[in-house]
Structure formats: structure tokens, C-alpha cells
């Protein structure tokens, strides 16, 4: 168990530019979840995945936001047309049907300038 | 719609002294009650979780929390507070098909030696 992986690590990137961040997780894990945290806030829901579809999407979730994870495995984020206010920690978690509670990856910090 | 309110955005304790962090939410149905921990630059690690049953539950570290219908609370608990437990505290509160959670905005606990 490797845990939940995510990268890069840290993204810096130019107003206006698109992005991608991958999230690996637990191989077990059938759920997927998004997250993004701002500072002195917790963590807010953006999307999850059980398999391969995509059951539920906040409305905070922009039409530039979008997110996939084709084969059931790995997730992708990508936001595009990127603006100062997408400045944030992007954090993927897991979990398996039934078993509640998350399982956190490390976070993606994307700054944009 | 669910909602949690952390009302104590930093507390300091003394290191061996007993803590009590406070945690209340709102929620229609019987919540799911979870409470994790997150260091600087770090995800969320899960400390424990309630669902239903004793309404005292045990986590790991050394944590417990008590569900407290009637007052619509789950505070977190430790007898004695190491220097390691410094960091951000969330609690959150989750739907019954295990789907999205709400956290709420977090205490920062700092331990004076």
C-alpha cells in the first residue's frame, strides 16, 4: 500500500494557462474524491468518482474545471484558462464503497501569478 | 444541507495537559462524524470516525470523540498532548452513501513545552 500519490507537487503557472494534475489512488480504492483547500479553510468538495463514473460535481466546479478517470484507476484535474482565485491546494483522496472516511494524498499547490 | 462549525480557530495547550477540541454540525439524517489531522504541508490523515453505536470512539494516537445528538456535537479528545499532536484539526460530516463530505474550517493546535 503506496498510499495516495499525487503530482506534481507544486505547480506554478501564468494566469490564462491550462493545467493538469494526476492523482494516484490506493489500488483498492474503487472511490475517488477532489478536493481544494484554501488558506484557513478546510478542504472543499469538488467531484468524485466511483470507477470510472463521475457521480457528483459541486457547483463551485467551473466549466473550466474538469476531471476524468477513464479507466477506474488513476483521476486527472484539469483546469483551464487558469486565474489568480484557482490559486489553491488541490487534494485528491480515496476510499472503498463502504468503508467511510478518506484516504489523503500529499496535495497539489498550484499558484497562480 | 450539511455544515460544520469549528468555533475555536487556534487554541495553545501545554504539553501533558489534557485538550478538548470543539466540533458542531448541522445535518438532516443520522451523520457520518469523522475527525482528521493535517500537518504543515501535508493532506489529511484520518484520526477516527463515527457512524453509529457507542457514542465514544476510539482513534488512533491517542484520540477519542463523543457524539452528542442533543447537543449536535463531536468533540475531539486527548488526555495528554505531545509535542507531536501540533497541527490543524478538521471535523467533518458526511452523507450516507459515503460520497462528498463538508469540513469545517479547522482549529490550529499549538503545544507550549
Known amino acids: 500500500d503506496t498510499g495516495v500519490s499525487q503530482n506534481p507537487r507544486h505547480k506554478i503557472t501564468k494566469r490564462g494557462q491550462n493545467v493538469t494534475f494526476r492523482c494516484d489512488p490506493i489500488?483498492?480504492?474503487?472511490?475517488l474524491y477532489w478536493y481544494r483547500q484554501t488558506l484557513g479553510q478546510g478542504p472543499e468538495f469538488l467531484t468524485y468518482f466511483q470507477n470510472e463514473a463521475q457521480l457528483e460535481k459541486s457547483r463551485l466546479l467551473s466549466d473550466r474545471f474538469s476531471a476524468e478517470r477513464p479507466k477506474g484507476s488513476f483521476s486527472t484535474l484539469e483546469i483551464q484558462r487558469t486565474e489568480q482565485g484557482d490559486s489553491a491546494m488541490y487534494l485528491c483522496a480515496s476510499s472503498r464503497t463502504g468503508d467511510y472516511g478518506y484516504t489523503f494524498g500529499s496535495g497539489t499547490r498550484l499558484t497562480v501569478v | 444541507a450539511q455544515s460544520v462549525t469549528q468555533p475555536d480557530i487556534h487554541i495553545t495547550v501545554s504539553e501533558g495537559a489534557s485538550l478538548e477540541l470543539r466540533c458542531n454540525y448541522s445535518y438532516g439524517a443520522t451523520p457520518y462524524l469523522f475527525w482528521y489531522v493535517q500537518s504543515p504541508g501535508q493532506g489529511l490523515q484520518l484520526l477516527l470516525k463515527y457512524f453509529s453505536g457507542d457514542t465514544l470512539v476510539q482513534g488512533i494516537k491517542g484520540f477519542e470523540a463523543e457524539f452528542k445528538r442533543s447537543q449536535s456535537s463531536f468533540n475531539l479528545r486527548k488526555p495528554s498532548v505531545h509535542w507531536s499532536d501540533a497541527a490543524e484539526y478538521f471535523c467533518?460530516?458526511?452523507?450516507?452513501?459515503?460520497?462528498?463530505?463538508?469540513f469545517g474550517d479547522g482549529t490550529t493546535l499549538t503545544v507550549k513545552p
Open positions: 489500488s483498492e480504492h474503487n472511490r
Open positions: 467533518a460530516v458526511g452523507a450516507t452513501n459515503a460520497g462528498k463530505s463538508t
